[in-house]
Structures are given as structure tokens and as C-alpha cells.
């Protein structure tokens, strides 16, 4: 059946229970020339009921869908999908954006009694449908939204990023200095949402309304000249009761304990403009008597609630926002965040904003490590837990960008080890038992050497020829035959040779130790689309302190020939390794690595310092009066190496007594 523009999907043993359905009398038609001549009789957006007859099949035309985010089928279910995730107590739209942020994932159900949400590598092209009996819904990912791309997310000068995935609908959070987190999604243009150039509170905690003004009395006049909206909005901050502020032309700034959430006062006010302070929580931003611009407008209702407006945008998945007229039951959904400065006085109109760009840091509470006690204090950004293992031995995380707790502790080692190593073969994955060492799998691949050695043992498993070479002290690699299933063992490497090259009979292994800093595979890459900008013109070595000195980087590729080095944020942990003709070699930083963070270099008398990173191999730079530079590196031993504790132009300036003291007193 085409599907280029018109695609139907099908739902097995199932019926639309409707009237006026048209029979075409036509015998022994063709089915497909049959759907295709017209249309009005095959879309209906009424729910298919079950039917005895198994001769029965609805088939669900859903052109004008294919511009759509989402195919929706009602009391559907794909018959025996592959499950991802299971969620339970989530909204609609928290398991349309979970899916969104899961690469795998191209759809989901939903039951909106239960809230209980499953994600799913299947779609429509891959599985069947059939009705439901238990009302679940089913949500496909329009697949042609797999080409969208938005590439790399920009930087954002002292602001960390974390993202997952880069396509559509995908979600980029920059988190601030003190916390605050901004998110920027991925849309059908290809491009990111904007967002704020730097951390600005007035951009950040507040939401404007231009032109306006409460009118409530009580207004405090800061009593400084040429007040800018920042520098109010950081006064508002400091101020425990301050909830709302207004700026004028003349740049005079008037705090207020009160606000357009509960008072209905804000008026239109051409000298000044409004700013109401946002609290990252659960519930909406409200301002009383404002609207917003028509053109922002996604969809409108008439005649419901305030509740059920509510309820509704939750249940849209493009909305962020709504505006309620009460007097004429309008609710009007919207895509507008706090960032919008589009926002105006008027006297019919309430807005309510649900999804605040900002929201602030909270890794919640920390995983439980077995034998060890934890304790912390905060769960917000910058906290630490402290792990207490048995010996007395103490192990530490901190609560970083993306909610996360970092490094990730697994147990009461000084060393993470990989006591297994996790080799992906499509979406899954075998374990393989190797002690303190691991394997990294390339499939139909072998090292094109000489002297490798067979074991003589019959249908060797992968799991068995690992433990194999890792009891024999020269054996860095291995080999296993598809069919036979016979296990060679080798002396070399793709860390070191180039000679690995396509073997439809067999699959490569090759050893990596936690000990390595860097793991080496030439002429192979990670099978994932880059995620930082390319770097021209550099040496090997160039390459790898660019990726040491970069947040989130945890591999990067280096094409010898052309001199070009693109870094990552995915490993062999994450995506497969495969072969590569065009010249490029891959270098992942052993993910034991990602525990060990030196924490803030220590200062020098008369110097101004630099860094980027924290992590292991860091740099810092001290930059000494007269030219002078001191350089730190963060060891594996989470210790800076030793600098100098001041400057030698500042010790200069100063001269030693020995055994001397200054026997002062005021006078």
C-alpha cells in the first residue's frame, strides 16, 4: 500500500460502531484502489468497537496527519509490543516527553485512569493494532519527525547544558551558577526554542507584562538612580516579601509585596512595565487581567471552566500555557512560556503558564549503595551525599546539571569496577562475566593478523572465550566464529593496529582495563550522530585536551588525514562501536574516570586563575603579574597537582627575616 502523502493503519478483528458507513458495490474490488478513491469514507474520528467477526478490519486513514506530532488511536493498543519503560503517576504529557527524550522510543499507551504509562521501540510499521478491552490509548510518533535534527544546542557563555537526544521534541537544559535550569526543545524547523543570551534574573525568575502597573498601594521606591530591570529584579530577590516589581522609562524601580496572582488591580501604565516573580513549583504562574498576543493562540474552547481549561492544556501536548475569560467561558490554549514579552493589561482575560521554562535543581534523593550508609542535607544543586563503607572508607557525590547525582556510585569500591561488561547488539544486550577487566564487541569484524591462537574447545560461548583470555596475561583481544562458534585469541589490538577489517563470519572483542585512561579503536567510530562542533586543524593530542576541557565529553573521533576532531557525550556503554572506512580512529575516557572531580583548584597569592572542568586531567591556568603562568592538573587521586602558593613577582615585593616577629601595639 502507498504511503508516500495517504497512509491507513490497520486494527485487527475491529469496527467503527457508527451509522452511514457507504458500501461500494463493486465485486472482487481491489482493496487498495477501493480506499483510495474516497476519502470522507474511511476517516472518522469515532473509537472502534470489537466484533465477532474476524473478517472485519477498520483501517484508519490518517492523511492530514502526516505533518502531525503524534498518531492518536483511542482504545487501541499495539498487539505484543516491545516495552522500554514502564511509568506510573505520570500525566500524558510527562510520558509523551519521557518517549521524546528516549531515543529508542517511537511510541506509547496510555491509560488516563490508572496514569500509567509504557514506552515501546514499535510502531504502526512494525506491529499490528487491535482494540483495547482495558482503556488504553496509543500514541505513535509520526516517523517522518525522524528526520528532524536539530544538531548541537548552542553554548550559553557560564551556563552548562545536558541534553540526551538532539531530535524533534528533544529537550536541552542550561543550568546557571546558582542552579537555575532553562530549557530549549528541538522543533520542526529544525531549530531550538530560543532562550535566555545569559543567566539575567529579570529574564529568569520574573515574567514581564508591557505597559503596565498594580495598582495597589504600599509600593517601595528603591532610592537609586537609573535602575536597570536586572538590578531591580536582583533587589526583588534579596527582599524576603518582595513579589513583584515595575520598572519606568526613567529607570526608577518600585517593589511590591503584592502581585497579579491574586489581585485583579493591574492596570495599563505607558511609562513602566510589570514583573512578576516566578516560584519554580507544581502549580501555574497566574496574572489576573492579562492576555496574551492572538497569533500565540494554539486552540480555543468555549463554554468550560477554569478547571476543565486547565485539564485540557495538560492534555495538549504543544501547551505551556492558557488564558481563561470568565465572564464568556473562553479558554484559550497556548505554546507561550514565561520568556514571551508579548504580555499586555486587559480586564477580561487570565493567564495561567504551566510549563516555566525556569525550574530549579533537585536531584531528589540519592540511590542506596549496598553495606554503605548515606548522608546528606539538600537535594538541590550543588548538595552532596556521603557514602560511609565498611573501613571506614567514604565515598562522595554532588548534585550537578540535569538533576543528576555524580559520579554514579555503584558500590563500596575505591575503583568502580566493571564486573560486567554490557556489549549492545541492536537494542540488546548480553553480560559478560570477566572479573575486573571488560570487552568491547564490534560486530563482523576481525584483526586481519597473523598469529592468533585457536582454543581447542568446541562451541566456545563469548562468555567463556573472555574468561579465557583474560586468564591468559597476552591475550588483549578475541574473536568468535558465527557458525562454529570457535574462539580465537590474540596478542594485538585495534588499539594499536589498523588492520581490523569487515568479517561477515565472525565478531571482534577487544579488552579494555579500568587502569587505561584512554580507550583506543581504530578505524572504528561510535555509532551515534556528533554532538559537539567540530574542531579543525588540530593534533591528536589537541583533540584530547579539548574533550577533557569540555562538560559532558565522553569520547571523541580524530581523523589523522584531515586533522579533524569531533567529540561526544556517548561511549561504548551507550552505542555500538563499528567499522570505518573515511579514516577515523575513536577514543573513549574510561567512564572510571568520571568519579574522580579535584573540586575547586586552591587560589595563588597575586594570581588570577582559570578552568573549565573540574575533572580528571583538567587544567588550571594562574596567571602570575609579568607574564608569569602556573599550570595545575587534577590527578587520578581527585588532589591538583602542587603549584606554587604565591607568585614570585608578588614574593618580590616582600623580604624574609628569620626567626623574627613585629612587636606592634597601637597606639
Not at 540526551?164 to 526554542?193: A, D, F, H
Not at 570487552?439 to 597473523?450: E, N, T
Request: with cysteine.
Amino acid at each position: 500500500m502507498a504511503v508516500a502523502e495517504t497512509h491507513f493503519v490497520k486494527v485487527k478483528h475491529a469496527a467503527l460502531d457508527v451509522p452511514k458507513k457507504t458500501l461500494w458495490n463493486k465485486k472482487n474490488g481491489n482493496f487498495e484502489k477501493g480506499i483510495f478513491e474516497d476519502e470522507t469514507v474511511v476517516h472518522s474520528q469515532h473509537l472502534p468497537q470489537h466484533q465477532s467477526s474476524c473478517n472485519d478490519q477498520a483501517m484508519q486513514n490518517i492523511k492530514g496527519e502526516t505533518k502531525a506530532d503524534l498518531f492518536t488511536f483511542k482504545n487501541i493498543i499495539i498487539i505484543e509490543p516491545d516495552t522500554l519503560e514502564t511509568q506510573k503517576n505520570v500525566s500524558l504529557q510527562e510520558c509523551y516527553k519521557t518517549c521524546i527524550q528516549n531515543p529508542l522510543c517511537n511510541s506509547f499507551k496510555y491509560n488516563k485512569e490508572t496514569k500509567i504509562c509504557y514506552h515501546s521501540t514499535d510502531n504502526h510499521l512494525t506491529h499490528d493494532l487491535k482494540p483495547s478491552k482495558d482503556n488504553w490509548d496509543t500514541y505513535i510518533i509520526n516517523p517522518v519527525h525522524e528526520k528532524i535534527n536539530c544538531g548541537v544546542p548552542k553554548d550559553i557563555p557560564g551556563i552548562l547544558k545536558f541534553y540526551k537526544t538532539t531530535r524533534y521534541k528533544s529537550e536541552v537544559i542550561y543550568t546557571c551558577s546558582k542552579g537555575e535550569q532553562l530549557k530549549s526543545t528541538c522543533e520542526m524547523n529544525k531549530e531550538w526554542t530560543p532562550i535566555v543570551s545569559n543567566c539575567k534574573v529579570a529574564q529568569i525568575h520574573f515574567v514581564k507584562v508591557n505597559g503596565a502597573a498594580l495598582g495597589v498601594p504600599g509600593k517601595i521606591l528603591w532610592k537609586k538612580k537609573n535602575v536597570t530591570a536586572e538590578a531591580c529584579a536582583e533587589k526583588c530577590l534579596s527582599e524576603e516579601t518582595c513579589s513583584s516589581f515595575e520598572i519606568t522609562k526613567g529607570g526608577k524601580c518600585y517593589l511590591s509585596k503584592g502581585s497579579a496572582a491574586a489581585s485583579t488591580k493591574i492596570k495599563s501604565a505607558k511609562d513602566r512595565d510589570y514583573y512578576q516573580q516566578v516560584k519554580p513549583n507544581d502549580k501555574p504562574i497566574v496574572l489576573k487581567k492579562v492576555s496574551m498576543a492572538k497569533q500565540d493562540i494554539l486552540k480555543r474552547f468555549k463554554n468550560v471552566n477554569l478547571k476543565k481549561c486547565n485539564e485540557a492544556c495538560y492534555q495538549y501536548l504543544e501547551c505551556n500555557s492558557y488564558q481563561y475569560n470568565e465572564e464568556e467561558k473562553l479558554c484559550e490554549l497556548s505554546n507561550v512560556t514565561q520568556l514571551t514579552d508579548k504580555l499586555k493589561p486587559n480586564g477580561s482575560w487570565d493567564v495561567y503558564i504551566i510549563n516555566p521554562v525556569y525550574t530549579e535543581t533537585d536531584c531528589g534523593q540519592p540511590k542506596d549503595i549496598a553495606r554503605a550508609s548515606k548522608s546528606y542535607n539538600t537535594t538541590t544543586f550543588h548538595s552532596e551525599v556521603t557514602y560511609s563503607c565498611p573501613g571506614g572508607h567514604k565515598l562522595k557525590a554532588i548534585c550537578k546539571e540535569g538533576n543528576r547525582w555524580l559520579p554514579v556510585m555503584t558500590s563500596c569500591k575505591e575503583i568502580i569496577s566493571f564486573i560486567v561488561a554490557v556489549v549492545f547488539i541492536g537494542v540488546n544486550f548480553i553480560l559478560i562475566p570477566v572479573a575486573e577487566n571488560h570487552f568491547v564487541k564490534i560486530v563482523s569484524a576481525a584483526l586481519d593478523i597473523s598469529g592468533k591462537i585457536l582454543w581447542k574447545k568446541e562451541r566456545v560461548t563469548a562468555e567463556a572465550c573472555a574468561e579465557k583470555c583474560v586468564s591468559d596475561e597476552t591475550c588483549i583481544s578475541f574473536e568468535i566464529m558465527k557458525k562454529t562458534e570457535q574462539c580465537y585469541l590474540s596478542k594485538e589490538s585495534a588499539a594499536t593496529s589498523k588492520e581490523i577489517k569487515a568479517d561477515n563470519s565472525r565478531n571482534y572483542y577487544q579488552q579494555v582495563k579500568p587502569d587505561e585512561d584512554i580507550f583506543t579503536f581504530k578505524n572504528a567510530i561510535l555509532d551515534v550522530q556528533d554532538v559537539f562542533e567540530p574542531l579543525k586543524n588540530l593534533s591528536l593530542k589537541e583533540c584530547k585536551g579539548a574533550c577533557l576541557q569540555t562538560p559532558g565529553c565522553s569520547s571523541y573521533k580524530y581523523n589523522e588525514m584531515a586533522k579533524t576532531c569531533h567529540g561526544n557525550n556517548a561511549s561504548h556503554l551507550t552505542h555500538n562501536v563499528k567499522l570505518n572506512k573515511k579514516g577515523w580512529d575513536t577514543y573513549i575516557i574510561n567512564p572510571v574516570l568520571a568519579k574522580i572531580n579535584c573540586g575547586t583548584p586552591k587560589d595563588v597569592v597575586g594570581a588570577s586563575k582559570f578552568y573549565s572542568t573540574t575533572k580528571y586531567k583538567s587544567e588550571v591556568t594562574y596567571i602570575c603579574p609579568g607574564d608569569e603562568k602556573l599550570k595545575s592538573i587534577c590527578g587520578k587521586d581527585n588532589k591538583w597537582t602542587s603549584v606554587a602558593p604565591i607568585c614570585d613577582d608578588t614574593k618580590n615585593q616582600f623580604m624574609k627575616i628569620k626567626d623574627a616577629f613585629l612587636d606592634w601595639k597601637p597606639v
